[in-house]
């Protein structure tokens, strides 16, 4: 990972696009596009991103990106951040930018003093709506949370998947219920709590399986937080890395009265993702 505080220059990076970007969502497309062959995303790291963490911003686009620190950054006034820009960006031509970006100190600074600042071409690219709603990450935020899957992905242009790693389970599932892997992902953003019809994908697989998965406290078992994939096409044997994707919200998270009762509901969630998942190509 490039971490531009710490390198000196870039060179051969004309374009420049600038934002936070968690999410990677169409509104973020739409500045990417407008990079051209030798474009480079800066990404302002809060620290905060938890819809596309870290790394995770890389999946979705193929152009070079380099971090920024924002706290390297916010204490700088609009001059020296533009001075910051071009001793690191050498070649730099062009900045793309959305309508709403602020920079600086108490993020005093918008589009109008980096076209004021900049000696180079300032690219301001118009709001991005889905259904009249402008697309921003808190909204896509706000959306997981009330486990409204369909709008989320829709705003993201992707289906939203969170990445994790592989642990033990509490080794009742097989046995009693059906077969799970357990994950840990904890820099996600974790949907609402409840059943989903899923893709997951292990390790470096090249395709998803059609899966259900469940995310929340198993009210029904030890009461702990567990987000828990079954595979709907066979059995899977290599899981160190783990990466799901939510496709549609089945049903909320609920306490049964026995293990029975609850495998019931899970052969009917079984049945609803199937159904969820049927079309879709893996
Ligand atoms: C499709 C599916 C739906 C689930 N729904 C619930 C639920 O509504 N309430 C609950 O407490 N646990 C639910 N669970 C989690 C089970 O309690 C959990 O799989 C069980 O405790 C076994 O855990 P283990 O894999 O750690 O052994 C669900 C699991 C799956 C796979
Ligand atoms: N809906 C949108 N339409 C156009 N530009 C956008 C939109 N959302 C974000 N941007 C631009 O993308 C960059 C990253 O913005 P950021 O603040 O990280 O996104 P968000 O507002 O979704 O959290 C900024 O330059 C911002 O102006």
Redesign the pocket.
């Known amino acids: 990972m490039v971490i531009l505080n710490t390198v000196t220059t870039i060179k051969n990076s004309t374009t420049i696009a600038i934002g936070g970007f968690d999410g990677m969502h169409i509104g973020h497309q739409a500045l990417f596009n407008e990079l051209g062959e030798n474009g480079t995303i800066v990404v302002i790291e809060t620290g905060y991103a938890n819809l596309t963490p870290k790394r995770c911003r890389e999946k979705f686009t193929n152009k070079n990106i380099i971090y920024l620190e924002l706290e390297s950054i916010r204490h700088l006034d609009g001059v020296g951040f533009m001075k910051l820009l071009n001793e690191k960006f050498v070649d730099l031509e062009k900045i793309v930018v959305g309508y709403d970006f602020h920079f600086g100190k108490d993020r005093r600074y918008s589009y109008v003093d980096l076209t004021e600042l900049f000696d180079g071409e300032v690219v301001v690219v118009d709001e991005v709506t889905h259904k009249n709603d402008s697309v921003h990450s808190h909204k896509i935020r706000a959306k997981l949370q009330i486990g409204d899957i369909k709008s989320a992905n829709e705003f993201l242009g992707h289906n939203y998947t969170i990445i994790g790693k592989h642990i033990r ?5 097989a046995k009693e ?2 077969a ?1 892997i ?1 994950v840990q992902a904890t820099e996600f953003l974790m949907p609402k709590e409840g ?1 989903y019809a899923t893709l997951t994908r292990i390790n470096d697989e090249e395709h998803f399986h059609p899966s ?1 998965s ?1 995310v929340g406290h ?5 009461g702990s937080f ?1 987000i ?1 994939t ?1 595979i709907l096409d066979g059995e899977v044997t290599c899981k160190e890395r783990v990466e799901i994707s939510f496709v549609a919200y089945i049903r909320g ?4 009265d026995s293990l029975e009762e ?1 495998k019931k ?2 052969q009917k ?1 079984i049945a609803k993702a199937s159904k969820e998942l049927k079309f879709l190509q893996l």
Do not use: S, W, Y
Request: glycine share 10%.
């Open positions: 389970g509490q080794g009742i599932g219920l059906v799970t357990n059943v259900v469940f198993r009210v029904t078992t030890d567990a828990e079954h998270n609920e306490k049964f609850l509901m899970i969630d």
